[in-house]
């Protein structure tokens, strides 16, 4: 991996760059869209940074604690806070995952004293990826280029719970040939909401219907957004429209790794 330790002579990243950063690679990143993992440690090398993915990371726990399996997300917890203790940052391409650890994760363990403190430390310094390098690295913009129409989605989790708004617009204004289209009630839920979709499909499938209705209605030729499974119920609802809408990751098309597939395409190999 590149690091501002490999750079020449004079071009050393600002002290601030040299950080050693936890990647949290998420489940659906992992299991369904490893090319946004990729993405994100592109990002994060290219800002100068040494990247690591802790051995030790799983599921951050969130569905186990939104069904209230309180035992077992503090265990999942336990061994997520241990994994990423070492590093600098943490950093996810998943508001939802990172809002789990930097929001949830010490209102789970506040009985704990020393796991309270432990949690804390880790909430502290977990980021969302286009959070982390707009509030946290201040980049300004990104060298990539995307000839599209794009609309973007506000996740719930991110938007709600980490404030994330301005960041990922800054940084996708800054690419080369993409042009924003007007989305309305961008910062309406896509009805996924992780359990939530399977406990209520009926009322899931009703939001999503209207959500993507209206990224139709945008003009837009791709949507945008940061959280994997938003975007795979959104990609899914708009297939099932006969849609010729393109769903894609906020990070890939940050790192300019827009060639393969769009999310719920056939890969080469299918």
């Not at 993507?212 to 990609?235: K, P």
Request: hydrophobic share 40%.
């Amino acid at each position: 991996m590149t690091s501002s330790d490999d750079l020449p002579p004079g071009d050393a990243a600002p002290a601030e760059k040299r950080a050693n950063v936890a990647l949290f690679v998420t489940c659906l990143v992992d299991l369904f869209r490893p090319s946004i993992g990729f993405a994100t440690v592109k990002l994060l090398e290219e800002a100068g940074l040494r990247v690591s993915v802790p051995q030790g990371q799983t599921c951050c726990g969130q569905p186990a604690y939104n069904s209230g399996d309180r035992k077992n997300a503090m265990a999942i917890a336990k061994q997520t806070i241990t994994a990423l203790e070492p590093f600098d940052y943490v950093v996810a391409p998943s508001g939802s995952c990172a809002a789990m650890i930097s929001a949830h994760y010490p209102d789970l363990m506040r009985a704990d004293i020393q796991w309270s403190k432990r949690a804390r430390a880790v909430a502290m310094k977990t980021f969302e990826i286009t959070q982390f390098l707009v509030d946290v690295l201040k980049v300004e913009k990104v060298d990539a280029r995307f000839e599209e129409d794009v609309v973007y989605h506000d996740s719930c989790s991110g938007l709600r719970e980490l404030k994330i708004k301005s960041q990922p617009r800054k940084l996708l204004s800054s690419v080369d040939g993409l042009h924003f289209k007007e989305l309305m009630d961008e910062e309406g839920c896509c009805g996924f909401g992780g359990t939530f979709c399977v406990k209520y499909s009926d009322v899931s499938n009703k939001i999503v219907d209207r959500k993507t209705q209206a990224i139709e209605a945008s003009g837009a030729e791709t949507l945008i957004a940061g959280d994997l499974g938003c975007l795979m119920n959104m990609a899914g609802k708009l297939s099932r429209a006969g849609s010729s809408v393109r769903v894609r990751h906020v990070a890939e098309v940050l790192a300019g790794m827009t060639d393969g597939p769009a999310i719920g395409e056939p890969q080469p190999d299918e």
